[in-house]
């Protein structure tokens, strides 16, 4: 699974990133239950997880400043 890039994300709709952010804090949450849990977990999920997470989060932060500043 590659990283994804800040061109594809920002093809996006504000509601899609809106969704997929609350989609990615909710994998995160389920990865940190199963590692406590002691299941099955790919660690490199939590970095790419924590990565497009980041990156959702600075789309949606420039697309807010953008969008009072006009």
Request: proline share 1%; net charge positive.
């Amino acid at each position: 699974m590659a990283l994804t890039k800040m061109k594809d994300l920002r093809e996006l709709s504000d509601q899609e990133v809106s969704d997929r952010i609350v989609a990615i804090k909710k994998e995160l949450f389920d990865l940190r239950f199963k590692k406590a849990t002691r299941q099955a977990v790919k660690p490199h999920q939590f970095k790419h997880l924590r990565h497009e997470l980041a990156q959702l989060l600075t789309l949606e932060n420039e697309r807010r400043r953008s969008g009072g500043q006009s």
